[in-house]
């Protein structure tokens, strides 16, 4: 087989069909158009806070996709958008968080923007301190397996993440009971502002995993199959009985950590423009036309389909009701 033959097999090598390739890829740029719209309500004015994932599309798609929605469970961290929207979340979803409006499915209208969570899809809503839901994915992953039940349980956060104890009791607890859990670190290499050569004396994530008794991978976050193809191996591991996996994305965020930030005290602009020369979602756009699953018009005709998508969920969220005042105590203590 020729090299170029045995790259346009690559996604098929990998179990996924033509179809699945062009909705990852679909889920890819859907991430990143809401992102710069909510960026851009944002500079307006109407969108009060803002956490971008403009840059981690890759590393969020391609290990949520590994997922078996209905059954499996993902426990995001407030930068997952892709995760969120793989797991089922539309733009209105997203949209209805961030204008904090009643109708929002993860929280009422009650949380910062990008706390997701949702009961009917398996999406465990997090708490704002980093690695908090680390620990929560691990307990749900050791339920699991007490209940001998069916599902795998994957949990995202960033590298600044395993400088919390959170992250160690969870990967200990997970390696000692052998859980059917993968942990994804999207490594953007920086925790807020604090790079990770000041965060950590090892070279990657990954190589703690052996600490804990386990496999850890390190893998190119801005190339979505190579983490499909990391996550499907430890999902299937994990579905198997064979215990927790630690995966490592390398990427990067374009944007400051949120809408509050300005990268410009701790990064240069000409790091940030080498770093969109790796775009993921240009990257994959370039594999699908490179074997002819998508030209230019009917990335068009997507990249159109998405914006009308985008300004129905705007029209509809703006004109949305805020949650009532006398609502404030619901589902803070028990009811029933």
Known sequence: MSRAEQTRMRHEALGLTNAQALEMHRFMLAARMLDERSWALNRQGKAPFVVSSAGHEACQVGTAYSLMRGSDYFVPYYRDLAVVMVAGLTARDVLLGVYARAEDPCNGGRQMPSHWGCHRLGIISGSSPIATQIPHA???????????????????????????????????????????????????????????????????????????????????GNDV????????????????????????????????????????????????????????????????????????????????????????AVEYVEQAPYPAVDDALRHVFYER
């Not at 953007?188 to 386990?214: C, D, H, L």
């Not at 240009?282 to 230019?296: E, G, M, P, V, W």
Request: aromatic residues 10%.
């Open 138 to 220: 691990a307990g749900l992953a050791y339920a699991i397996k007490y209940r001998r039940e069916a599902g795998v349980v994957m949990c995202w956060f960033g590298e600044g993440a395993t400088s919390e104890g959170d992250w160690h009791e969870a990967l200990n607890f997970a390696g000692i009971h052998r859980l059917p859990v993968v942990f994804v670190c999207e490594n953007n290499k920086y925790a807020i502002s604090v790079p990770q050569s000041k965060q950590m004396a090892v070279a990657t994530v990954a190589e703690r995993a052996t600490a804990y008794g386990f496999e850890g991978h390190h893998v190119d």
């Open 225 to 312: 199959l190579a983490c499909y193809e990391a996550a499907k191996t430890a999902v299937d591991k994990a579905r198997n009985g064979g215990g927790p996996t630690l995966i490592e994305c390398t990427t990067y965020r374009y944007a400051p950590h949120t809408s509050d930030d300005d990268d410009r005290t701790y990064r240069t602009r000409e790091e940030v423009k080498e770093a969109r020369r790796h775009d993921p979602v240009h990257r994959f756009q370039a594999y699908l036309k490179q074997h002819n699953l998508i030209d230019s018009a009917e990335l068009e005709r997507v990249t159109e389909a998405i914006k009308a998508d985008l300004a129905e």
